[in-house]
């Protein structure tokens, strides 16, 4: 199986599983619930739930342990999408080729779709941890998954970029911020989707701060890798990117020095089936569309 | 102490608590967190994170173990109210006051500043979850409280109710379903802060369910009642409440019947003092503005 195909099995089961939770039979709130998976099911890849998945399986098996997590991750992702597009953010009316929540739904119903599936996140992690969780020791390992994943996804973390990414311009930003902004906006759920699956499998201390730097310097070289594509594609557009600071020939240098960075906190774990991430990693950074 | 002053004494409790989790001290992320800790701070009474303290008093003491949860739940109900000022809901410019979020900081931070308090509120209670529960029994109650809370916040609860409120018209309207959208919108997260402090105090599952249904009825009688005070106030207003299916004097009744539960399911619980919990009721039920 190549890397394709090993992506389009795990993220059929994502969608299976996401389809359980967001099917609705209740009459007065399917139109929230139609909006939600609509979203959630426009031909995303579900990188992310699969990068919680695989990284738990490094470490253990059962991924049923670990799949509320990845699917809550993958809610949050889709949340961030639906109000990024919103007409006073980034006013985008397509995504992978199909009109944009609020283009379909309306503003109000967009953003309230995005409120919903952001709290769906967490009601999915609760209600798992409460009904599966039985010693202390379960019970502080999905805590604690779940007290990362909000972590990243917060004000701190991706809504903290997305800020800066809304309030950035030529006046106000270096090249560090710059790298904090990539640091939160992008590579914060990607480190979240990593970390969250090593805490669940019961990986060490060690084990997981390898994983989160193949997370970080992964959404890095994935976030550089986007500038170089879209300015591929249009350069007349005026986005503040890393090409502000850098010549393609630099930027192509970076996506390739922090993808050996990725790669080598990757191989430092110790008897790990590592290859999946690798592969992956290698595809992400190697795409050209 | 009359109910107003003592609504005063636990309302600076909440305010302290707030102030040190949103204080900010990092650059990059000051303006989400102030635009966080404007609409926190809007001269807001406190009434649901009281409501979380004294139902957990009602059981037990030593409400550092409860304060976590009433936190989340001020930042959930400070979140809707942002998110439903916007110009594409409600488009209110005004709130107790003072400009909305969308008037300060614009729409697109607004959304963002309603995001990372509802990100917040969940990072509030996992990360206290996760240092300060020893034992499963401690991990069990206080992850249920989260679960409940955002059960009542999400799509079967509060959003949910936003949502019907958002649809709603004369062709699709019953009493039935504006009941039903009264029990969301506004009783749910009402039921959530008085279930949540019940919850982590320990209390017994009849117990929890006497507080589930002061706050079910509770949360009733207040939203007729503000429909009673909307209409006295401006006449010209064509929203769709209760006063669509009833007379002045039938809503007033209501009311009534919906406080006389909310307090029958209170004097239920044997041997508890409920005396704030009651006067709190009479206090909402009974304001004029």
């Known amino acids: 199986m190549n890397i394709i195909e090993e992506i389009e099995l795990y993220s059929n089961l994502v969608d299976n599983k996401l389809m359980d939770i967001i099917n609705n039979k209740d009459d007065y709130t399917s139109q929230i619930y139609e909006a939600m998976k609509y979203s959630l099911f426009t031909g995303g890849k579900r990188l992310r739930p699969i990068m919680t998945i695989k990284s738990f399986e490094l470490f253990s098996n059962k991924i049923e342990k670990v799949l509320p997590f990845a699917l809550a991750i993958e809610m949050i992702h889709t949340y961030s999408l639906i109000h990024d597009d919103l007409p006073c953010m980034d006013n985008d009316d397509f995504r992978r080729g199909k009109p944009t929540s609020h283009r379909v739904y309306g503003e ?21 941890i409460y009904s599966n969780s039985e010693s202390v020791e379960d019970f502080r ?35 560090e911020k710059l790298i904090y902004m990539y640091s939160s906006k992008t590579a914060a759920l990607i480190m979240a989707s990593l970390v969250s699956g090593a805490i669940v499998s019961g990986a060490s201390e060690d084990e997981i701060n390898k994983v989160k730097d193949f997370g970080l310097y992964l959404g890095l070289a994935y976030q550089i890798k986007d500038d170089l594509l879209d300015y591929k594609q249009d350069q007349s557009i005026d986005k503040f990117t890393y090409l502000k600071f850098h010549s393609l020939d630099e930027a192509e240098e970076q996506v390739k020095e922090y993808s050996r960075n990725a790669i080598n906190a990757l191989e430092s774990l110790d008897n790990r089936d590592i290859s999946f991430l690798k592969n992956l990693a290698n595809y992400l950074i190697n795409r050209v569309v």
Chains 1, 2 share one sequence.
């Open 141 to 175: 390992r999905n805590i604690r998954a779940m007290k990362e994943i909000s972590a990243y996804s917060g004000c701190r973390g991706m809504i903290g970029g997305q800020v800066l990414d809304l309030m950035g311009s030529s006046d106000n930003m270096d090249e």
């Open 108 to 128: 109000a119903m967009a953003i309230l779709a995005g409120d919903g599936l952001l709290n769906l996140a967490f009601e999915t992690m609760s209600n798992f």
